[in-house]
């Protein structure tokens, strides 16, 4: 994370929605953690520049209808797991602002959860190309 979020105070928590204003409320709940996210993390920014070529590429090449779902599947993975990786390091920078190995670790596991993910793109594109070369 590369900057802390502020804090606001008790009373500020908002209450309970039902039906269609909750609806409306987690929409404005998605739009925010969607811009802090852009605001605030740049491996986020890189990840929506990875999703958007991995986007395009697989719309427009010949690829099988089952390969195109597979890396549009795996970019929205990404996107998602980078979310999770930003909102497990806001929480570790809350409860933990100093140096901790337990802190450290966590963070270090959600990274690692985003390399998973772009391994498996990797490793699609891969068979995609070979495919695509006739070479497998
Ligand atoms: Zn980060």
Known sequence: MEKQAEQKSASAVPGKFHGFEHFCKASQYTFAGLKACVKGEAAFRQDLVVWTINLILALVLPLDLAVRALLIFEGC????????????????DLV???????AKRAKDMGSAAVFCILMGMGATWLLAILRLCKIW
């Open 77 to 92: 993975v990404l996107l998602t797991t980078e979310l999770l990786n930003s909102a497990l390091e806001n929480i570790v």
């Open 96 to 102: 933990s602002p100093g140096w901790n190995e337990f």
